[in-house]
């Protein structure tokens, strides 16, 4: 049987802090596992910032789904976030493609047969808060709907379209008449084909 990899994440909160007694019991770990270390992933930010504010998290996750491990060592689940949301969607795209977890606080270790089954409740618990916003979201356009609420995007103004037909005769491109007139692209588009039809 191969050497499996193992990814180490380590997270602080703030630069007063480090992540040396982590990254020490995690080696530990993968050395006590027969796990080699191919790869840590060292942050210093809050747990509770969203995903494109923690680079080394959002890169161990990219990292992930290429397989360039197979198992994913945290000290404890807080590390990997605060919010139930994010650490949901954390272990199920970890469930998917594959990559096995490994938590010592929680004494998580989806390895092993119960750890898997941890895995398993979390697929659920992440079908389930999907579910749930999308009943929430169909509910709130309902509601919108009876109270006589326009739903969609905002019709521009005759005012905007006749400015682009303008620059557009003058030659301008989509992007910059969209630019110039701080609208989208897509927007500058439809009303160019609407002002040809």
Same mark, same amino acid.
């Given at each position: 049987?191969?050497e499996?990899?193992?990814a180490i %994440?380590?997270r602080v909160?703030?630069d007063r802090q480090?992540?040396d007694?982590q990254?020490q019991?995690?080696r530990?770990?993968?050395?006590r596992s027969g796990?080699?270390?191919v790869e840590?992933?060292?942050?210093t930010v809050s747990?509770?910032a969203a995903r494109g504010?923690?680079?080394?998290y !959002?890169?161990?996750l990219?990292d992930?789904?290429?397989r360039? %491990?197979?198992?994913?060592? +945290?000290?404890?689940?807080?590390?990997l976030?605060r919010s139930?949301?994010?650490?949901l969607?954390?272990f199920?795209?970890?469930?998917?493609?594959?990559v096995?977890?490994?938590? !010592?606080?929680?004494?998580?270790?989806?390895t092993?047969? +119960?750890g898997?089954?941890? %895995?398993?409740?979390?697929?659920v %618990?992440?079908e389930f808060e999907? +579910?749930?916003?999308i009943?929430?979201t169909?509910?709130?356009?309902d509601r919108?709907?009876?109270?006589g609420?326009k739903?969609?995007r905002?019709?521009?103004d005759?005012?905007?379209?006749?400015?682009?037909?303008?620059?557009?005769?003058?030659?301008?491109g989509?992007d910059?008449? +969209?630019?110039?007139?701080?609208i989208?692209?897509?927007?500058a588009?439809?009303?160019c084909?609407t002002?040809?039809a």
């Open positions: 049987m191969t499996r990899r193992a %994440f380590t909160s703030t480090t992540t007694n990254l019991r995690l530990e770990v993968a050395e796990w080699q270390v840590v992933y060292e942050e747990g509770a504010k923690r680079p080394a !959002d890169r161990m990219k992930a789904t290429r360039k %491990f197979d198992v994913v060592l +945290a000290w404890d689940v807080s590390r976030g139930l949301r994010e650490l969607d954390c199920e795209t970890l469930r998917t493609i594959g096995d977890l490994y938590l !010592d606080q929680q004494g998580v270790d989806t092993t047969p +119960a898997r089954a941890l %895995f398993g409740m979390a697929g %618990f992440a999907r +579910a749930m916003l009943e929430r169909r509910a709130g356009l919108a709907r009876a109270a609420t739903l969609g905002p019709s521009k005759g005012e905007v379209s006749a400015r682009v037909g303008e620059l557009r005769r003058a030659g301008m989509m910059r008449i +969209a630019r110039e007139l701080g989208g692209k897509s927007v588009q439809r009303i084909q002002l040809a």
